[in-house]
Nanobody, 126 residues
Framework: QVQLVESGGGLVQAGGSLRLSCAAS????????MGWFRQALGKEREFVAA????????YYADSVKGRFTIARDNAKNTVYLQMNSLKPEDTAVYYC???????????????????WGQGTQVTVSS
């Protein structure tokens, strides 16, 4: 059974940092494009970041570029999202997702992803 389990969310003050982790099981992790999405209360889900199979390619939403870093460790079946300089508008539930097709050109599209984690809450206070 495929499972993606996020961890690392919490409450931080604006300007602080958090590192989210997503541990995957039940899939061949290294063949999947991995992505992070988020959904704030009352808003639609939005793309945050994605990373290619090898980790050589990354892509970020403009809203987080320069502040967030996505990385993966295929040996640990884990993808990370390092979030620095957090802002209140970053407050959301963050979801890890896996795309088995690995279509880089569509990595920002949530409907391309096959598996999703349960989400982890990130709250940034002002």
């Amino acid at each position: 059974q495929v499972q993606l389990v996020e961890s690392g969310g919490g409450l931080v003050q604006a300007g602080g940092s958090l590192r989210l982790s997503c541990a995957a099981s039940g899939l061949t992790f290294s063949t999947y494009v991995m992505g992070w999405f988020r959904q704030a209360l009352g808003k639609e889900r939005e793309f945050v970041a994605a990373i290619s199979w090898s980790g050589s390619r990354t892509y970020y939403a403009d809203s987080v570029k320069g502040r967030f870093t996505i990385a993966r460790d295929n040996a640990k079946n884990t993808v990370y999202l390092q979030m620095n300089s957090l802002k209140p508008e970053d407050t959301a539930v963050y979801y890890c997702a896996a795309d088995r097709r690995g279509s880089w050109s569509r990595a920002t599209f949530g409907n391309e992803y096959d598996y999703w984690g349960q989400g982890t809450q990130v709250t940034v206070s002002s």
